[in-house]
């Protein structure tokens, strides 16, 4: 997905100063293809749920996913890590509230978003080092 909303990833990662613990670049795709199967289970778990709170949910994790995709472009293509940085933690709290209706609904859905919030939270971290740096 990144390379459709950013297709100069590989070249601004390679050049930009990184924190320390950066993995390498094949970690990436790994990480998210992982992430992305586990929220599109969670996601299934909600839809197909008879809660009468499933809307909601699903509206925040719409959100979360728009979210998620925005800032791609902005850190990679606009080169604007602050701003990825400010993205990337309304991020985070969407995801977590997405944790939370999710667990409310179904333990198993919401417990396959912890992971995503544990990624974000390193995500957070390089984000911030990247944007200090450079």
């Known amino acids: 997905a990144s390379s ?5 990833t590989k070249e601004v990662y ?3 100063i990184k924190p320390p613990l950066s993995p390498p670049p094949w970690v990436f795709p790994v990480a998210w293809t992982i992430l992305y199967v586990l929220m599109g289970i969670a996601f299934c778990i909600i839809k197909d749920s008879d809660s009468k709170n499933k809307n909601k949910a699903l509206r925040l994790f719409y959100l ?4 998620n995709f925005l800032w791609t472009p902005v ?3 606009l080169q ?7 993205i990337l933690l309304l991020l985070w709290a969407v995801v977590l509230l997405t ?4 667990r409310l609904i179904d333990a198993t859905a919401g417990n396959l978003l912890i992971p995503y919030l544990l990624w974000l939270s390193f995500a957070a971290y390089l984000n911030m080092g990247v944007a200090c740096l450079n």
């Open 4 to 8: 459709v909303l950013a297709p100069n």
């Open 14 to 16: 390679a050049e930009i």
């Open 64 to 67: 979360q996913l728009a979210l």
């Open 99 to 102: 944790t939370f209706r999710f």
């Open 75 to 77: 850190f990679f293509t």
């Open 80 to 86: 604007l890590y602050w701003v990825a940085m400010v």
